[in-house]
């Protein structure tokens, strides 16, 4: 089901040069399956061009050759993080690191906590991002 059809999120591309226009070190970590690391290459590089320094491909299903988004992001020294996968996110807040829970129907079950936040769209990214910055987060 992956394509190279699939369109960026609403807001992502403004929000996304945006933001590396302020001077943001921007990275993709993505749990995508092996088997498509070509063509989600091809995807950034349609819709964001050279915005992302790095592509980081974490665990789909428990690989042993793969760290987690959590441990990615950790290791990258990652200020922020966005994603729409609560155990990503969970995972990620689990070290310190602030981030945006993008509201989708499979997420629904998710509380607010003190390092995550839901959104609902990539227009408020900007928003949070300062938010969490400023809060030291």
């Known amino acids: 089901h992956y394509s190279l059809n699939i369109p960026p999120v609403d807001g992502a591309v403004d929000t996304v040069h945006y933001l590396k226009a302020q001077g943001a070190e921007l990275m993709v970590t993505t749990s995508r399956v092996n088997n498509?690391?070509?063509?989600?290459?091809?995807?950034?590089?349609?819709?964001f061009g050279q915005a992302f320094s790095q592509i980081k491909y974490?665990?789909?299903?428990?690989?042993?050759d793969r760290l987690s988004k959590g441990e990615?992001?950790?290791?990258?020294?990652?200020?922020?993080?966005?994603d729409d996968m609560?155990?990503?996110?969970?995972?990620?807040?689990s070290y310190g690191i602030g981030g945006l829970l993008m509201d989708q129907r499979w997420n629904q079950g998710f509380q607010n906590s003190t390092h995550i936040t839901r959104v609902f769209g990539m227009g408020v990214v900007v928003e949070y991002v300062r938010k969490y910055e400023a809060a030291g987060i």
Not at 58 to 64: I, L, Q, S, T, V
Not at 86 to 93: A, K
């Open 36 to 47: 498509v690391p070509g063509l989600t290459e091809q995807l950034v590089e349609r819709h």
């Open 58 to 64: 974490a665990r789909f299903n428990g690989e042993a």
């Open 72 to 82: 990615i992001c950790r290791d990258e020294m990652v200020d922020f993080h966005i």
């Open 86 to 93: 609560t155990r990503h996110v969970v995972g990620v807040s």
